[in-house]
Every structure is written in C-alpha cells, then in structure tokens.
C-alpha cells in the first residue's frame, strides 16, 4: 500500500499510483517479472537477448580503462555529439551543429520526459498516436499537459488524415511522432508526415520525433520528420543507442533540435540527471561511426526473426500484423477464444510457457475495447529461442 494523504489527490507522484494508492509497475515490468517467476520465454518486453558489436562494447570498456568515469559536460562527450552530427549528415543528409543542435540524455525516455515538462504548460495539448508507448501518458500527466490521440488501427496502423487534421489545433502545443511506431510496427508514411509539418505550421506546434526504431525497418526507409522541408526548425528528433546497438541497459539515448528549442529542455534534463554514462558516450559514438553494413545487417537479421515469429504465431492460430520496422509483432488472440489480452498475458507463461504484453497497455482505458483481443510479441530474441516460443505456442489451439 502507497502512503495516503491529502496531498495524493494532486500530487504528481501519487497520479502514477493505482487507485488502491500502490505502485503500479509499468507492464513491462509486470510481464518480466511474471516470465523469471515461472520461467516462460519472455517475448513481453522489448530488449534483445544477445550482446550487440563487439566494437561498441570493447569501447565502453576502454574507456572505462581510459579513466571516462565521472562527469561528462551536460550536453554529453563531444566524441558522441559529433558522432551524432555526423550520423545525421550520413543517412539523412541533415547537417547539424554538435555544439549547439545536439543533446546526450539518460536514454530516449529522458529526451522525452524533458522534453514534454520544458515545453509545455498545464492545460496545453499534446497530440500522440494511439497505442503509444507507455511513458507518453505518464510524462504528460507529470506535466498535466492534455493528452489528445489520432487512433491507429488495424491493418497497417496508419492514422486517418483527417482525424489527424481534427485532432490538431491552436491548443497544440506538441505533436508526438512515433515512427517506425511501438507497438505496432507501422512506418509513417510521407504523406502523413507531411501533413504533420503542414499542421505545425498552421497552428504553430512543436514537432517532438521519438524515431528510436530507425535502423530496424524492414525494406521501407525511414524517413526523419526532420528531414522535410519546414520541420527542422519546429522539430526535437529523438533516438537512442540502446536499440541500434543491443544496448538498451546502457541508456545513452539524445536529441537533435534548433537551440530555441535544445535550450529550454536542457535546463529541464540538468535537474533530472544532470548527465549520464560518460564511458558508454564514446561507446555509442563508435557505434554510429560503424560502417553501413552493420546497419543494414543488424536490420536483415531482426526481418527473418519476424519473419520466424510471425509464421509461428500464425500457425498457432493468431491472426497476425506485418511490421515494418522494430522490435514487435502484434497478434490478434480472439480466433483462440481470447476476448481480453492482459488476462490472456497473464496466463501465457502458464498455457504455453511464454510472455508477452497486451497491446491495451497502450491505450487508454476509453479505447480498449477497440484493441481488446490484440498482444504485442517482441521478436528481437535469438532465433533458437524464437523456434522454441513458436513450438511452445502451437500447442494452444490443440
Ligand atoms: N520510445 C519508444 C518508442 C520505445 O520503444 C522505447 C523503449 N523501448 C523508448 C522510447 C525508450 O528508450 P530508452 O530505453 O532509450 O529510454
Ligand atoms: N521499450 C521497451 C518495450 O516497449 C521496454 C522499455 C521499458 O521497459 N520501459 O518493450
């Protein structure tokens, strides 16, 4: 049980708790647990389960050999700074200042949650795509912005245009991009990012571009909302080592945006860590310095293990999505009877010995029902774990 007080009807903290007033952990956290607990393959939540580039984790220790072990400046290692300048030049052709354009923060969330807290004020509007992941609403309740959702459904997951244009207007403060998109794999396309820019301008919004996802797509390009004509200068692009690198423990992850913008969300993220991981910075400099073969290698390899989940959950009687991109695989339940994916995730380890993660945790309770049978399957596992997840789940429609 939570403490209990007057101050929990407002508190920011105690908005976070469950109604009984006790921690909720986040359903990543839950299914975890739940999958060490009865020993299930954890296709819940979303960390690969090999080591990434030797050269990416040799750095790390070398620089902890090297004495890289207190703080770094507060905008990050310049080895990293300029490594993500360079990177941003090398696949999108956008050119930026490392100095002034460029901020290393506590992984992508803390991009995001400082973000959010400096740029908006209570009552403004944020505007997200609905699934989102699950910090989305948290940190926008932290900073009592309004959260307003476009729906994305099923097949494709792309959002309506004219939803979009409703849903965008004077109040906006920020609109929350997710593409390549968790949970559902979905890969904007130009026509909707353009609009977005379009809409923006209009009604004078920030463009905030969680695009942590980039390098994983599979045979579709991503496109950097940044990269469009107009956006740069209203945009806050945001990505991370941990998911282009098999890092996500490390949490090196930054954002590029113009200063007006970069200024404002580093006075947040100085009193939020102040910084982080100096020896993995230049860790992660040395990965997005890695030639263009490891990308396209690092995606190649996650398309065949989506392409082994994805078969699998099909013969075992899920009706099944087809990502482009990411870590994840969603799987409609409802031809195994399902009428409710977190109960079905939460029996999972029991029935077939495997965990996974209902795609109702990211959306809100008003919408569920449009998403009630649907379970997001992580799919960035060895392929032998995969194959034995696969034949695990077979057995539920016998
Ligand atoms: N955004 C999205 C869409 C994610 O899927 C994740 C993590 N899986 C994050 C942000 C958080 O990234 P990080 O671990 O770098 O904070
Ligand atoms: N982003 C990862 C996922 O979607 C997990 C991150 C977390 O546990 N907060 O599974």
Known sequence: MGVRGSWERTARGAMLLGDDGALRPTIFAE?????????????????????????????????ISDGVNQYPPGRGLPVLREAIAEHQERFYGIRVDPDRE?????????????????????GDQIVAFEPFYDAYAAVAALARAELVTVPLRSPGFQPDLDELRAAIT??????????????????????????????????????????????????????????????????????????????????????????????PVLAVKQYLTYVNGAPFQPAIAAGL?????????????????????SAGLDAAG???GSPDAGYFVIADAAPLGAVDAAAFCRALPELAGVAAVPVTAFVREQNRADYAALVRFAFCKREDVLERAVAQLVGLSR
């Open 31 to 63: 299914m975890s647990a739940l999958a060490v607990a009865t020993g299930a393959i954890n296709l819940g939540q979303g960390f690969p389960d090999e080591d990434g580039p030797s050269e990416v984790l040799e750095a790390a220790r070398q620089a």
């Open 102 to 122: 460029v901020l290393v923060t506590a992984g992508a969330t803390e991009a995001l949650a400082a973000s959010i807290l400096a740029l908006t004020d209570e």
């Open 170 to 263: 004077d109040r906006t403060r920020i609109i929350l991009v997710n593409s390549p998109h968790n949970p559902t794999g979905a890969v904007f396309g130009r026509e909707v990012l353009e609009l977005i820019v379009e809409l923006a301008h209009q009604h004078d919004a920030i463009i905030v571009t969680d695009e942590v996802y980039e390098h994983l797509t599979f045979g579709v390009e991503h496109v950097p909302v940044a990269s469009l004509t107009g956006a740069a200068d209203r945009t806050i692009t945001i990505s991370s080592g941990g998911k282009t690198f098999s890092t996500t423990g490390w949490k090196v992850g930054w954002l590029v945006a113009p200063p007006h913008l970069l200024e």
């Open 289 to 309: 310095r890695l030639p263009d073969r490891y990308f396209l290698e690092a995606a190649a390899t996650l398309q065949r293990k989506r392409d082994i989940l």
């Open 318 to 320: 899920f009706e099944v």
